[in-house]
């Protein structure tokens, strides 16, 4: 057992609360308000009938993602990257992320020449919002899609996983799941995981910040981001069966 325990109290392997809000964004193909303890993203999907340049005439669609958090998100005011002229160098990384994450689990050739963006807008930040913002993306990609069958425009789902991800660290009270900011501005090594329903691994992301940690504390990460995505794909199921 740790000597230390973590600032809010909860059990090494326990989550934070999670809710989906479903039609968040009522003008959208498909949204969600996803709030994971303090952290509250709102995702929201858009479906237009053309594809980039890159994928015209090759009878496949895109999935792609755009991210971005609020001035007052964090607890001093930020700028606006649009004041600024361009997008930081964090922004691109996170969104090019969710883009990702999200590309794995869709058939794109099923998908016809069809692109869905995912706006990922960071309302209120408490940490893993990347993670939260890939959790409430799959959720509005999957409502869209499913708009799309209802119009007759897909037979079917071209859905091939369902994805979550979740954040898990180590930290003074020792591997932890679900890090918020006070623990992970604090943590000693600090990693993502983007996995499937299924047990397959979409991405990874891992950041010693102290000293190098050993294979034996990351299968013990794996082993917490396991269980707390377990979490998170039951609340999606749950949101999406709300609105079947």
């Not at 090759?58 to 971005?68: D, F, H, N, P």
């Amino acid at each position: 057992m740790p000597t230390i325990a973590r600032p809010s109290g909860r059990a090494l392997d326990e989550s934070r609360p999670v809710s989906l809000e479903i039609g968040f964004a009522r003008h959208a193909e498909g949204s969600v308000l996803i709030k994971v303890g303090g952290t509250e993203v709102l995702c929201a999907a858009s479906v237009e009938t053309r594809v980039p340049p890159f994928l015209r005439g090759q009878g496949q669609g895109w999935i792609t993602a755009e991210y971005g958090m609020l001035p007052r998100a964090t607890h001093t005011r930020g700028n606006r990257e649009a004041a600024k002229g361009k997008q930081s160098g964090r922004t691109q990384e996170i969104q090019r992320l969710i883009g990702r994450a999200l590309r794995a689990c869709v058939d794109l050739k099923a998908l016809g020449e069809m692109t869905i963006t995912l706006d990922c807008d960071v309302l209120n930040a408490d940490g893993g919002t990347r993670c939260a913002a890939i959790t409430g993306a799959w959720v509005a990609l999957a409502i869209a899609l499913e708009k799309q069958i209802k119009a007759g425009v897909l037979k079917k789902s071209p859905l091939r996983a369902q994805v979550a991800a979740v954040s898990c660290g180590l930290t003074k009270a020792g591997a932890v799941l679900d890090l918020d900011y006070v623990e992970d501005s604090a943590a000693q090594a600090d990693t993502n995981f983007v996995l499937t329903s299924e047990g397959g691994i979409v991405e990874i992301q891992g950041t010693a910040e102290d000293a190098p940690f050993s294979e034996e504390q990351f299968n013990e990460l794996l082993r917490l981001a396991k269980l707390g995505t377990a979490r998170l794909f039951e609340a999606q199921r749950l949101a999406l069966a709300s609105v079947a």
